[in-house]
């Protein structure tokens, strides 16, 4: 008989299970045990004067040990899981677990970096493996968003012969008879997919920045979603395009584990109203200084300070009553050089803070080659970039884009740390497991 998962095992028949030991309460005349899979839990119970056969392996079995079993499916208003549960005719034992290295005494809870050592056990819980389903419906819900919007999904090197970008915080590694690199971002070549003619294309990979950090948003590996698409007419429509997108990934989310969330987490998954709250930066700052009394130095108003990005959220809240905000008019020198300018020497591109946390920065990307060239050359750029700079050659569509770190909106979700959103965290510390 094939195994079924416990949320499809029927009531009355007799159900081949499988699943992990939760809990085992082995008397002298009954044994009980809550089983779990990735679907829910099952109380089987076994009578041990009618299987006597069991007794051996009913004592061999731990929590977290691998078990199948399979019996008949019967209701019991006794049981509170469910209200039904398994009389096994066998059980079997895949795997014997040992004591759990994590569990921390009653009322603690075991330090994050102790849970890391052992994260294949930490998954294990509801809420974790919770927020993995919820992170796989997220990005599957965007990757269909942008399918409906005629959007190609490519994927890119991630090893690359040059520095990318500013040329600062990437990892080198060996590459045969010399120096490689692992790629900060995939913007070069999604800006590549333009020049190929592609128009619109997606990716979702892996990106790396060798920075220390002392952050719960940052870490030195994390997943990011990409896209970049020709003909707009402004970073305005890139903009659109990201609120359009979180909001249709947002409401797959609330739709399909919107419950689940609010009962394992006590979260309300909000799904954002539209048009997102646009403010320009001076005027974010000036609002900051007048209604909470945070000033910022001259020298520091050209880009969104730590702080600035934390006072966000209740700025957003309490002037638009929304939990997202699109903040524009960055300096130049905050912004990279392939970030178009307006007449005024102004990046025509924004960040996105949800939860006074930015998630995105975007751009319509400066696609004239002469110009280009320039505002590479102004930040110093030479060499390193002149494969770059060849797409640009021969023609570009103007065009933008942005990325989305899939962790942090992860984390943002759920209110947790980057460690804990991450399915294994990479840190300045951390390489194993």
Not at 39 to 58: N, V
Not at 386 to 408: C, M, N, T
Request: proline residues 4%; aromatic residues 12%.
């Amino acid at each position: 008989m094939r195994r079924v998962l416990l949320k499809n095992i029927k009531l009355g028949e007799v159900n081949h299970v499988a699943g992990f030991v939760e809990n085992i309460r082995n008397k002298k005349s009954m044994c009980f045990i809550v089983l779990r899979d990735i679907s829910g839990k099952l109380q089987l119970t076994i009578e041990k004067a009618k299987h006597p056969e069991m007794e051996e392996t009913l004592a061999q079995i731990t929590a977290d040990s691998v078990i199948e079993a399979e019996g008949l499916i019967q209701a019991s208003e006794y049981v509170k899981l469910n209200g039904m549960e398994m009389y096994p005719d066998t059980i079997k034992i895949d795997s014997i677990a040992a004591p759990n290295p994590i569990v921390a005494p009653k009322g603690e809870e075991t330090n994050i970096d102790m849970r890391l050592d052992y994260r294949w056990v930490d998954l294990r819980t509801e809420k974790n493996q919770l927020m993995f389903e919820v992170q796989s419906c997220f990005v599957n819900a965007m990757r269909e968003f942008l399918n409906q919007n005629e959007f190609t999904e490519i994927h890119t090197p991630k090893l690359i012969g040059a520095e990318s970008e500013s040329g600062a915080g990437v990892f080198k590694v060996d590459y045969f008879d010399r120096d490689a690199f692992l790629a900060q971002s995939p913007q070069f070549y999604k800006q590549m997919a333009m020049s190929a003619g592609l128009e619109r294309i997606y990716e979702t990979g892996p990106v790396f920045r060798a920075e220390k950090f002392a952050s719960r948003k940052h870490s030195t590996e994390f997943t990011s979603f990409d896209l970049e698409f020709s003909y707009i007419e402004s970073f305005r429509d890139v903009m659109k395009m990201e609120e359009d997108l979180v909001t249709y990934a947002l409401s797959a989310v609330k739709e399909k584990y919107g419950e689940q969330i609010k009962k394992v987490f006590d979260i309300d998954v909000v799904v954002p109203t539209k048009p997102f709250p646009v403010i320009d930066l001076h005027d974010l700052y000036d609002e900051l200084e007048a209604r909470y009394g945070y000033k910022v130095p001259e020298s520091e108003k050209g880009d969104l300070t730590t702080e600035g990005e934390r006072m966000c959220k209740q700025f957003s809240m309490d002037k638009y009553g929304h939990e997202f905000l699109f903040v524009t008019g960055y300096s130049k020198e905050n912004r990279a050089f392939y970030h178009m300018r307006d007449e005024k020497g102004v990046p025509c591109g924004y960040d996105l803070i949800w939860k006074g946390c930015e998630i995105t920065t975007g751009a319509q990307r400066e696609h004239r080659y002469d110009i280009l060239k320039a505002q590479a050359a102004e930040k110093g750029l030479g060499k390193d970039i002149e494969f770059y700079l060849e797409f640009f050659k021969y023609g570009v569509p103007p065009h933008g884009g942005f990325a989305i770190g899939v962790d942090r909106m992860t984390m943002l979700i759920f209110n947790v740390g980057i460690k804990e959103a991450e399915f294994i965290f990479r840190g300045p510390d951390r390489l194993n497991p």
